[in-house]
């Protein structure tokens, strides 16, 4: 017999679903870059800040109303949106509004420009995006790219 049943147990297996965040905005090259390489591994949605919030470690927003904006397109094809507000709130939206209901599977955040390594890794909002999935109990990942020895102003991000 070849071919799968809808009585096989693996026929009914779902695609995972990913949230992606970063620290450095949600109009950096970087985070498309990881987008479009987390696509073909499951459902990827985006919940990122409005603009850089590097430095800014696992900071949340407590004493101000945080606004969310859906981006109606992406050449990506993606469900996108934007927060004002730290990579924490990003991801903290993303799990308890954007995807309320629905499993988690994986938490991506990046790709960062630049290494977080060392004492870095406390500062970065990159990490503390992550940070804020792990806590919540979903399997996070923070991914940065070292800068080019041949053009020290853009990372590789196809590595």
């Known amino acids: 017999m070849t071919g799968l049943s809808a009585a096989h147990p693996r026929a009914e297996l779902q695609l995972p679903n990913i949230l992606v965040s970063n620290d450095d905005g949600i109009n950096v090259p970087g985070l498309w870059h990881l987008v479009a390489a987390l696509r073909p591994l499951g459902t990827v949605t985006v919940v990122a800040p409005d603009r850089e919030q590097s430095g800014v470690g696992s900071a949340i927003s407590l004493a101000k109303a945080i606004r969310m904006h859906r981006i109606p397109f992406r050449p990506e094809m993606v469900d996108t949106y934007s927060v004002e507000g730290t990579p924490g ?30 004492a870095e890794v406390l500062l970065s909002g990159t990490v503390g995006a992550a940070w804020h999935g792990l806590i919540r109990g979903v399997p996070a990942i923070a991914v940065s790219a070292a800068y080019r020895v ?4 853009e990372p590789n991000y196809q590595a």
């Open 150 to 153: 041949d053009n020290p102003l």
């Open 89 to 118: 709130d990003s991801v903290i939206i993303g799990i308890n509004q954007v995807l309320r209901g629905q499993k988690v599977d994986l938490v991506v955040s990046g790709v960062n420009r630049g290494a977080n390594s060392s």
